[in-house]
């Protein structure tokens, strides 16, 4: 493996305005106010109805997916492990970020990290950023290019959003690159009528509003707390930060029977919650994405369908990096802009024949980096001010085209059988070929089954493999090949009960280490002190995901499930003579550490009468295992930080003024229970903190 410092050309600053969101936003939240004086008359076919639902009407409603096929089927026909979470869970189970429907999913293993954002770990697949989970919000991918992350709560709020479908496993035969080793598919509202405000813990608040007129929808929200400030930090010292997060969100949407078209704007920032006692991080993002779909029936047996989307995604990351541990006095102070932008469309064609359901597909897909360097502002030493690209080419792009093919063959009236393939063509690394392949199931009596094995692949992201600091040109794609097999029971439509046992095994698993430094084959020395990113020789991963959902018997709902990783395995390999890390680093196949083998969760409410229901989510995580020199760089170490815990959160709902109004108390963490997440980023650090017991009041009101 070669590693070289790439050429550095130096580019102008772009500067951006906020003009246009501040616009939107406060045009989204006038529109609210006015559209809610009138059209009282249409709530019975407006969204916000589900209010005014009894829990029978409420959870005996028969949902279909599309994650799986890209067309409508039931979960249990789906030829792929699907989760489904509508907005009628979100309000029995007292939900109120994406984080805690994420939390309900078996095999699903949710971390705070260091900077502040949620990692989502699908069937024990850990990354620094969720970069090898694929976002999609309305046939939108959501993420930016410089990292491949995106952020799940900070980004979205709950209240904008009209269902989640959560594939646990690939889905590159259908979504190409980076649909890894699972796809989190968001539809928006089309419909709804409200206003809503909350307030809680750490002067922690929110106001929203939603409103639909003809075809057209708009959702506006706000949100600040001041934040949870941990004890320690990653070196295990204290140092107190300002924890300050904001957010600002507004959403338009206009659809038809054939023409949708959605447009949408994030704005958040908040610190890094975890560095060092010696620097302080802070981000701004403010995503801004928008798509037109398009779709056209031949006849009942065939359509055209077409998604043309765009996201800029907004970055900038500013550092400052003081004297010592105990001081005040800068000695270095940056910006950091990783700007970038996503555009891509697909086109999908539909065909029925006798028993085929065929979809044929084109894809394209590009990412660029706009303008991504680092501006040092001040500093001690002053040969250290001025301008240093982070990136070789900041102005680099990528390109992806992708075409698929998958049919769905009814061997009888109970037995499908799913086929798919799909070729990418990469600008940047070599074409890539995936496959799925897989019988599903479901019989009158309520027994149904599935047998599955696929492929999928990601690229690296910019970080990955052409920064500055730490690049790594001869990164290759990871890989993975998959089997999963499920057997379920349906009763009814209200009681659910599933089994699934998957394997997955992982070639050039792209994982990130901390390096000291590189000594180069001519002699030349680098310093890094940074994390860089490997192809690990493999990885094998086995387990049980077991999920009950029982709806409404003698007032009560239930959500359970619980995951067991049956094999944990990796194989690093050596690495190239002149890398140098303090990280343990095992060459042979060995215990994929910090993850917690045994997980469970239980999502209950009850309704006392009509308008009162009293609920609670409950979790549990196991021991993990960790690695000789976990928290060795730490003052305080405390090895049990990794010990197993429970998470057990309650809440209370009543509804008033004929169900329009509904106020929720919820306590978050009732136990105060010490959760950790481990040092992801430095196995010698100090843990992530969890927040600890909290409280939340809010109030929601339907027009």
Sequence with gaps: MIFRILNIYKQKKTIYTMKAFNIFLVSCLVSVTLWGQDDTENLVESDTAIFSMSIEELLSLDYEVESATKTK???????????????????????????????????????????????VWIRGVQARYNNKVLLLVDGIPMRDSYYGNFNIDEMFPLEAIDKIEVLNGPGSVLYGANSFSGVINITTKKKGKSVGADYGTLNTYSVQGEYDINNFYANANYYHTDGFQPEYMTDGKSRAVNQTSTGQFGLLKYNNEKFSAMAGIAKYGQPYKYRDTKKEYYFDRMPIFGNLKYKHDFSDSSSLSVNAYANYFQFNRGKQKYKSSDSNELKEQSENPLNTMLLGGDIDYNLNIKKHGMIVGLSWQQDRALDIYEDITYSLDPEDLGREEVISDPNISRDNIGLFIQDVYAITDEINLTAGLRYDILSDFDNQFNYRAGVTGQWENGLYGKVLYGTAYRVPSYREYVTLDAPNASLEPEYLKTFEAQIGYLINKKIDINLTLYNNIYDNFIQEIVVDSITESNGEFIEIDDEMAFNWKSRKISGLELNSSIRSINNLVLNVGASYILRAKETAGTLDEGIYTSQTVVATEAEIPFLSKFNTYVNANYTIKENYSLGTNLSYFSKRSVTDDYQSDSDVQNVDNANGFIKLDAHTQAKFFKKKLTLMFKVNNVLNSKIYSPPYGGSDQYDVEWMGRNYRLSATFIF
């Design 73 to 119: 089927t039931t979960v249990q026909k789906a030829p792929s492990v699907v989760r489904l979470f509508t907005k009628e869970d979100f309000q029995q189970f007292g939900f109120t970020t994406i984080q805690d429907v994420l939390n309900s999913v078996p095999g699903m293993q949710i971390q705070e990290y260091r900077a502040g954002h949620q990692l």
